[in-house]
């Protein structure tokens, strides 16, 4: 619209995801007419972001350094080994507060048709773990999909033979759930792993 | 969360509107986790649009070179100057296809309670281009809100003397609106000026 230098920025701006051509313009002209020193400080986080964070070698989560802060952490119960699908995912946990163990990110989930194998997701790396370290249980926190349980079901063939625990997260109605807005197939999900209260 | 670097960029993502700290977040993971080449982009398109794009010096628009495209071209009737409050009106205008003389873009609002007088609107380049140049009409574009109001009356008032035509977009029900939905004072004006059909 006011030049090429405009065009490219609202065109460059739908990477964002959920950021579609009216919000890009939007997000533009304010930049542009009310804060450009956010702009720039913007455009310099995004380079220093791009360039200086990488997976950590043991968990393949994000990091600036080699091993993450919390493979690096000696106050984490080095038994317990979390498997999530994205970095996400252990964002989530951490804000749960409810997991003092490591984690180790698949970077997604099994899936043949876009030639997304087992090496793909890491598994090489997570067996060899397991066979060196000294963890006891391996918690399979895959999504609740149909690709997330084929995944957590291939990691648990794959590691049938090694001497360790392996558990997945739990399946039910959400905290706050109301019954008649919870699907079925979640419901029934809930009834049969039914807890015994008394 | 991962590094500073990640914090970083999800702080400064929150300068752009709509953003609040969970879609920062989604944000920030959804460029390092799939698009990395996509967030260099977009660093290097914010950096030479924050530095590239200045206003226009005739109607104080967006634009990459001193007089902008609109400003510069002959194919626009030079008669006719549209008054807006900011470069996404022109945007809005240009889009309607119903506009062919040229701009000027306020940059806001009066608001003294603000500091912003007619100084910081650009009122006095204004008038020097309305005394100056062969306009013929000046077409009062500013919002429907009580600040744009207040805008154009002082516009109207202060170019009272010239021997131009002031004219202010109309006011009434929106296309397609029902007008069961359609507030009060929308509707009052609506009838107010009513025009006459047979
Ligand atoms: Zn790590
Ligand atoms: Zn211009």
């Not at 990691?155 to 558990?167: D, F, G, R, W």
């Amino acid at each position: 619209m006011f030049s090429p230098a405009f065009d490219d920025l609202v065109q460059r701006l739908r990477v964002l995801p959920g950021v579609g051509p009216k919000s890009a313009q939007r997000m533009a002209l304010h930049l542009l007419s009310r804060n450009r020193h956010g702009g720039l400080d913007l455009a310099h986080a995004l380079n220093h972001a791009m360039h200086s964070i990488q997976s950590c070698v043991m968990c393949r989560s994000l990091s600036e350094k080699e091993v993450c802060n919390i493979c690096a952490s000696n106050d984490r119960d080095q038994h317990l080994l979390c498997v999530v699908e994205s970095p996400a995912d252990v964002i989530a946990i951490e804000q749960s507060g409810s997991f003092k163990g490591r984690y180790f990110v698949l970077g997604g989930h099994l899936s043949p048709l876009d030639g997304i194998g087992p090496e793909e997701i890491g598994i090489p790396l997570l067996l060899s773990r397991i066979n060196h370290e000294e963890i006891s249980e391996v918690i399979l926190a895959t999504n609740a999909t149909v690709e997330g349980q084929a995944t957590a079901h291939y990691i648990i063939e794959a590691s049938k033979n090694l001497p360790i625990k392996v558990t997945r997260i739990a399946q039910g109605v959400p905290q706050g759930g109301e019954l008649e807005y919870v699907d079925s197939h979640t419901l029934s999900q809930a009834l049969q792993y039914r807890l015994s209260v008394r």
